[in-house]
């Protein structure tokens, strides 16, 4: 099978959250079955290319629509890994991906869009194209609505489309001029069951878009997918989802073992696994070293996160003063692109400025990160949604034990040490339902008092979460299958 992925971030060139480990964890798997996966992407100036070995620019550049003219965009292709890369590099004065940074700007519907409608140039011009394109969040939800619109023309048509929801707190909702700036027609798109938005009919919903044209849906886990389609987590798609359950789903997504091991884990000073627990107490000294932290017998919360609200913040303020009111140590990495949140982070982390205990860091750091998950003791998740998360799942392969809310990809992941109706061998963390400071100090005061109090149980909580299998060998047969279903039913649909 051939498959092109399509997104807006892969590890480790292109990362600024879940997305980036997605895209690599399961391109990279689906290689292990024998396919064949390339990897589209925006050739932006932030992405970290010495990972590409053999980068060179492929065919003529593609002329895309723009508006009423069309812009030239160059087409690169190295391989990363055994994975091949597919660069657009649009040559216009607009310089869509020379922005010093991924997301953020005031014209990333347009930039996107402009990504969106260069994919569908490549795959016009090619004579090889996929089986299967993967999509992924709004950023690329005008991709199957664009692929649909040319189904006429000879192989368009034989693609399939799986398009897969990350986050529906972005969906892309933007003024209709975007289908302008692609070719599309406003006029037949911008009706309730197609693109028109469902809280504001000015705008167009591009999430909608994907959802509606793609063959297949999936978000991230199974409880987010039942959550979005009968809660208000769904942020009023919830009708459009349940019209097309048929074609929708959940699947977890896994972790890539050949990134997020600390078996092999090259950023860690001390390799260990579940066998060999003792030795993350290494990486423990090194981490407080490395922060300037006192070294004591206090364990260590940890915060690994982007700063949004979706992650709960108030709730991570509160944790972060109630470990350190109970005798604990914090260490928080997080970054945000929005200027009240970082200033509101950067006051508390003055504020704590002269506690031995706590260490505020502000900003992305990937090698950091790597050595928090190692040398930390539990880690704090108290998202008010989360589609699946990958940090409780990194976390636990790092015998860190998760303190989570019970949400979405949480739920189905984290078991808590008391209350859960799995036997003792798989429960893993401990979970907390109210999005209240009395909710997670719930969880959080029984954390602390089995690490206080029944040490060994609670060495055996962080051995239960190293020998779970977050690995993406189940997640990825899952995918295929579906990819083969989708090619299956348009074989028959069109003999
Ligand atoms: P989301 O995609 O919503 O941000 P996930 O839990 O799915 O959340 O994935 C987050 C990913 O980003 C993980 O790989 C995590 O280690 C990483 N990450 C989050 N914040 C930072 C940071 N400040 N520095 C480095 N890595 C980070
Ligand atoms: C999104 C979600 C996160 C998920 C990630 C990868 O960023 O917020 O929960 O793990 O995508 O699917």
């Not at 051939?2 to 892969?10: D, L, N």
């Not at 364990?299 to 982007?306: G, H, L, W």
């Not at 990825?476 to 649909?493: G, K, P, T, V, W």
């Amino acid at each position: 099978m051939r498959i092109a992925m399509v997104s807006t971030e892969c590890a480790p060139i292109a990362k600024v959250g879940g997305l980036g480990d997605f895209v690599q964890g399961l391109a990279r798997e689906l290689l292990k079955h024998g396919e064949r996966v390339e990897v589209l992407l925006p050739n932006y100036d932030v992405l970290e290319g010495q990972h590409i070995e053999d980068l060179h620019e492929i065919g003529a550049p593609l002329r895309v629509p723009f508006h009423d003219r069309r812009l030239d965009c160059r087409v690169l292709s190295g391989k990363l890994g055994g994975l091949t890369c597919v660069l657009f590099d649009p040559l216009s004065e607009h310089r869509f991906f020379a922005r010093s940074r991924i997301y953020g700007e005031r014209d990333d519907a347009q930039r996107f869009a402009f990504f969106s409608s260069a994919v569908l140039e490549y795959l016009r011009a090619s004579d090889r194209r996929p089986d299967i394109l993967h999509c992924n969040d709004w950023r690329t939800g005008l991709i199957p609505v664009l692929l649909q619109a040319c189904e006429q023309e000879p192989g368009m048509s034989d693609i399939r489309v799986c398009y897969t929801l990350h986050n529906l707190g972005d969906q892309g909702r933007v003024g209709s001029d975007i289908l302008h700036q692609v070719g599309l027609d406003p006029a037949s798109l911008m009706v309730p069951d197609r693109l028109l938005d469902p809280h504001d009919e000015r705008m167009a919903n591009l999430m909608q878009g994907g959802i509606v044209y793609a063959d297949f849906v999936n978000t991230v886990s199974p409880r987010y997918a039942w959550e979005i389609q009968n809660t208000t987590q769904g942020m009023r798609l919830q009708p459009l989802l349940k019209t097309h359950r048929n074609k929708f789903g959940g699947i977890l997504n896994g972790l890539d073992d050949g990134v997020w091991n600390p078996e092999v884990d090259r950023h860690i000073p001390v390799n260990y696994g579940p066998g060999s627990l003792p030795l993350k107490a290494a990486n423990r000294r090194e981490l407080r070293a490395r922060l300037a932290l006192e070294e004591t017998e206090k364990p260590i919360f940890a915060v690994v996160s982007r700063l949004d609200r979706q992650k709960g913040l108030d709730l991570i303020e509160h944790g972060i003063r109630y470990a350190l009111a109970e005798g604990g140590q914090v260490i928080l990495l997080g970054y945000s692109l929005d200027a009240v949140i970082t200033a509101r982070f950067e006051g508390l982390r003055a504020e704590l400025s002269a506690s031995p205990d706590c260490r505020l860091e502000l900003g992305y750091d990937e090698a950091l990160a790597h050595l928090i998950y190692a040398g930390s003791d539990m880690i704090l998740i108290p998202s008010l949604y989360e589609p699946c998360g990958l940090t409780q799942l990194i976390a636990m392969k790092y015998g860190t034990v998760p303190i989570v809310r019970r949400v979405g990809g949480l739920a189905d992941t984290v078991f808590d040490a008391h209350y859960s109706d799995k036997s003792f061998e798989v429960r893993n963390g401990y979970l907390f339902d109210d999005p209240t400071p009395a909710g997670l100090e719930s969880a959080m005061s029984r954390a602390f008092d089995l690490w206080r109090c029944f040490p060994a149980y609670f060495r055996q909580l962080r051995v239960n979460g190293m020998r779970g299998d977050y690995s993406w060998r189940q997640p990825a047969q899952q995918y295929l299958d579906i990819y083969r279903h989708m090619i299956l039913s348009r074989a028959q649909s069109a003999s």
